[in-house]
């Protein structure tokens, strides 16, 4: 049984670009949430989302960052414009009901 | 909102000794506290979790306790080894469905051998 998958592992974009970063929950889980873990920090929610639904969004940046969850395929989470301040891992977790499972994570590197 | 404070940040122990992390939280209804481990560069890892209606849980080496009254839970590991170390962190949340994890600052566990 598959784990969450998430891709890229690693993803460098210059100032001003587009990061797309994918998440595959894990099978049978309906629900994805996006975290972010700024370097030594601790993880921060961002969204939570089911198929075709996004349900809470409380935790997003009002601006430049989106997510969908679409019928077929992977959740993706979209950051438009990156800036410095968005260098840090992207964490989504999937769960069926209680537990959630998290992927490996998407490092993003913005220069 | 939820606020979850986490207590040391750093904890350092001799292999064989026990350790000890203690979170607060601040939303009565909470009612699901689930602990996570995250090796350096890797998935936060579900170790052990609690519901409400439990006061403690206990797998192998691990235990969580939960005080609903003092709103605080705490994990207890016994006999460490130096694959013990991690980053820990331990989290709340309302629900079942549809609830955010708000996690801890995270406590740093350094196992010496």
């Known amino acids: 049984n598959a784990g969450v998958m998430q891709n890229p592992r690693h993803l460098v974009r210059r100032r001003g670009q587009e990061a797309r970063l994918r998440c595959s929950p894990m099978k049978g889980h309906s629900h994805v949430y996006w975290y972010r873990q700024l370097p030594e920090e601790g993880l921060k929610f961002m969204v939570y989302?089911?198929?075709?639904?996004?349900?809470?969004e409380s935790g997003m940046p009002k601006e430049r960052f989106s997510a969908e969850f679409p019928k077929e395929g992977p959740s993706i989470l979209r950051i438009q414009q990156v800036v410095r301040g968005d260098s840090a891992a992207y964490f989504c977790?999937?769960?069926?009901?209680?537990?959630?499972?998290f992927g490996p994570g998407t490092r993003l590197t913005v220069t | 909102g939820e606020n979850v404070e986490q207590h040391p940040s750093t904890l350092s122990v001799q292999e064989g000794d026990s350790a000890v992390i203690k979170c607060t939280y601040s939303?009565?209804?909470?009612?699901?506290f689930p602990w996570y481990k995250q090796e350096l560069g890797k998935r936060p890892q579900l170790i052990i979790d609690?519901?409400?209606?439990?006061g403690e849980k206990k797998d192998q080496r691990i235990a969580v306790t939960l005080n609903k009254t003092a709103k605080h839970f705490s994990l207890h590991i016994t006999e460490t080894q130096p694959e013990d170390s991690a980053v820990y962190f331990c989290?709340?949340?309302?629900?079942?469905?549809?609830?955010?994890?708000?996690f801890g600052a995270g406590t740093i566990l350094r196992v010496k051998s």
């Open positions: 977790a999937s769960s069926l009901g209680y537990e959630q499972y």
């Open positions: 989290a709340a949340t309302r629900g079942e469905y549809g609830n955010k994890l708000v």
């Open positions: 609690i519901r409400s209606n439990v």
């Open positions: 939303d009565s209804a909470s009612n699901y």
């Open positions: 989302l089911q198929k075709e639904n996004i349900i809470d």
